[in-house]
C-alpha cells in the first residue's frame, strides 16, 4: 500500500527529468520542464548550494497557486541531486493519520530521507564446483535424523581450484540450496552467505539439466578468491529498521497485519546507526547523501510538528526540507495566530523562498504536448489547441487528466488519434471543480 501510494504520487510527473537548466539559466523547454523560469533557476541555486555543502540549517518554500509545477519542481530538485539521493514526498496531513506519534512518525520521515552510499570490500570464492561432500552427524535430540555438521568442497575456475573446508552454517546452506557439482556459486565469506549463480556449460550438456530452471552460465576466469567491492545505497531508516529486526524486537502488529510504519523505534538505534555511519564516512567506506522531504499543504501542519522540524533542520544529520502551500496568509494550527503560509516566524525566518505562477495557454499546451506523449497517447494539433484553452479556464491539472479517459473513449471507437469528441465525451463525465461544485449546490438548493 504504502508503495502503491508513493509510486501514484511520483507517476503524475514522470515526465520530468530535471530542471532543464543550462549552467544557471532555464531553457524555455527542457528536462521535461516548460516556463516557470525564474522558479527554475532559483531552483537551480539552490541545487548547487546544496551540493556546495553550503545549505545547512536552511530550508525551500515553493509558493503558488494550485496546479503551477510546486511539487514538478521539487520532484525535478531530487532528479538534479542523483540517482541515490532519496525524496520522501510527504502530505502534511498525513502526519495526523497515522498510528505512531507525530514525533516518530517524523523522525522516520526524515531519516528516510537521508541516503547513505556504502562501499563494501569483499573476499569472494567463486567457481564450478567440481567436488562435494557433506559431513554429517546424529541430530542432538532426534536420533533419527542427521544433520549436516560441516562440508569439503572443491571449486574450480577456468583457471584454478581450490579444496574448501567449511563449517555448519555453510554446509546447511549447500544442502538446503540442493548444491552439486557442475553448479557455479559464489561464497561470500565474511557475509557468510552461498549464493548459485547457475550451471555450468559443461554440466549442463552433460547433465542434460532442466534448461526452464537452470541458468546456464560460463565458468568465471581469474583466481577463486577475489575481492570484490559491493557498493550499495540505503537510507538511515532502512538501517534501523534492519537493525531493529535483528535485535529480534518482533513486531507482533506489523506480522500479522502487514504494516510496516507502525512501529516505533528504540532511540539507541538510531544513535547506534549514527555512530556506525560516521564511522564508515571517516573511513571513507560511506558518503552521505542528504536527501529531499517534500512536505506538501505546510499550511496545515501544526505548531508542535513545525516546531519539530525546525529543531530537525538544525542538527547535524539533517535532509533538504522543501515545503509547498498554496494557501497565503492563514491560521498556524494549533494557535490562534494568522500568519504568512501558516507558518510561525522563526521557521520562514530560515526559509529560501521560491514563488511558481499560473501557465499561459501556450505553456499548458507544451505540458499537455509532454504529458501525452509520457502516456503513450496519440494526439493532434487542433485537440492540443482546444484543451489548452479548456486548460487556461479550467486548470492544468484537469486537463492533463482528461487525457487518459479520452483516449480510453477514442480506443473504444477504434479510432487511433485523440479527436476533440473524445475530449467532449470525457469532459461532460467528469467534470473540473467548478462545474462538480455548482453541480452540487444545485442540489443543495432544491432541498
Ligand atoms: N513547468 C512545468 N513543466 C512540466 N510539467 C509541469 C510543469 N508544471 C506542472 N507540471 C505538471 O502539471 C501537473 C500539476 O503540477 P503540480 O502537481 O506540480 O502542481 P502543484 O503546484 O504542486 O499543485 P498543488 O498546489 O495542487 O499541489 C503535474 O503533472 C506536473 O508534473
Ligand atoms: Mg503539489
Not at 537521508?114 to 535430540?141: L, T
Request: glycine fraction near 8%; charged fraction near 30%; proline fraction near 3%.
Amino acid at each position: 500500500m504504502e508503495e502503491l501510494k508513493e509510486w501514484e504520487r511520483i507517476a503524475a510527473h514522470s515526465h520530468i527529468k530535471g530542471l532543464g537548466l543550462e549552467g544557471l539559466k532555464a531553457k524555455k523547454i527542457a528536462d521535461g520542464m516548460v516556463g516557470q523560469e525564474e522558479a527554475r533557476e532559483a531552483a537551480g541555486i539552490v541545487v548547487k548550494l546544496i551540493k556546495e555543502g553550503k545549505f545547512a540549517g536552511r530550508a525551500v518554500l515553493i509558493a503558488g497557486p494550485p496546479g503551477s509545477g510546486k511539487t514538478a519542481i521539487a520532484t525535478a530538485i531530487a532528479k538534479e541531486l542523483g540517482k541515490d539521493t532519496p525524496f520522501v514526498p510527504l502530505t502534511a496531513s498525513e502526519i495526523f493519520s497515522t498510528q505512531l506519534k507525530k514525533t516518530e512518525f517524523l523522525t522516520q520521515v526524515l531519516r528516510k530521507a537521508i541516503g547513505a552510499r556504502i562501499h563494501e570490500m569483499r573476499k569472494i570464492y567463486e567457481g564450478e564446483v567440481k567436488e562435494i561432500s557433506i559431513e554429517k552427524a546424529q541430530h542432538p535430540y532426534n536420533p533419527y535424523q542427521q544433520i549436516p555438521v560441516g562440508a569439503s568442497i572443491k571449486i574450480a575456475t577456468k583457471d584454478e581450484s581450490k579444496k574448501l573446508t567449511m563449517d555448519q552454517s555453510f554446509a546447511i546452506q549447500l544442502v538446503q540450496q540442493g548444491i552439486e557439482t557442475g553448479d557455479v556459486i559464489q561464497i561470500d565469506v565474511d557475509g557468510g552467505r552461498i549464493v548459485k549463480l547457475g550451471k555450468s556449460k559443461q554440466a549442463a550438456t552433460e547433465k542434460k539439466v532442466d534448461l526452464t530452471t537452470e541458468e546456464i552460465i560460463e565458468v568465471p576466469t581469474g583466481k577463486v578468491l577475489k575481492e570484490k567491492e559491493f557498493v550499495y545505497s540505503v537510507t538511515l531508516h532502512s538501517l534501523d529498521v534492519a537493525i531493529s529486526k535483528q535485535r529480534g524486537e518482533t513486531d507482533l502488529f506489523g506480522l500479522f497485519f502487514g504494516g510496516r510504519e507502525t512501529k516505533e523505534i528504540d532511540m539507541e538505534i538510531r544513535k547506534e546507526v549514527d555512530e556506525q555511519i560516521k564511522a564508515l564516512t571517516q573511513e571513507g567506506r560511506c558518503e552521505l547523501l542528504p536527501g529531499v522531504l517534500y512536505v506538501d499543504e505546510c499550511s496545515t501542519l501544526d505548531i508542535e510538528s513545525i516546531a519539530f522540524i525546525n529543531r530537525a533542520i538544525e542538527s547535524e544529520l539533517a535532509p533538504i526540507v522543501i515545503f509547498a502551500t498554496n494557501r497565503g496568509i492563514t491560521t498556524i494550527r494549533g494557535t490562534d495566530t494568522k500568519s504568512y503560509f501558516g507558518l510561525p516566524i522563526d521557521l520562514l525566518d530560515r526559509l529560501l523562498i521560491i514563488t511558481t505562477r499560473p501557465y499561459s495557454k501556450d505553456e499548458i499546451k507544451e505540458i499537455l504536448k509532454i504529458r501525452a506523449k509520457e502516456e503513450k497517447i496519440e494526439i493532434g494539433e487542433e485537440v492540443l489547441s482546444y484543451l489548452s484553452e479548456l486548460g487556461e479556464k479550467t486548470s492544468l491539472r484537469y486537463v492533463i487528466q482528461l487525457l487518459a479517459p479520452a483516449s480510453v473513449i477514442s480506443t473504444e471507437r477504434g479510432a487511433k488519434k485523440i479527436e476533440i469528441k473524445d475530449i467532449e465525451k470525457a469532459k461532460q463525465l467528469f467534470l473540473d471543480t467548478k462545474r462538480a461544485a455548482e453541480g452540487v449546490e444545485k442540489y443543495q438548493m432544491l432541498k
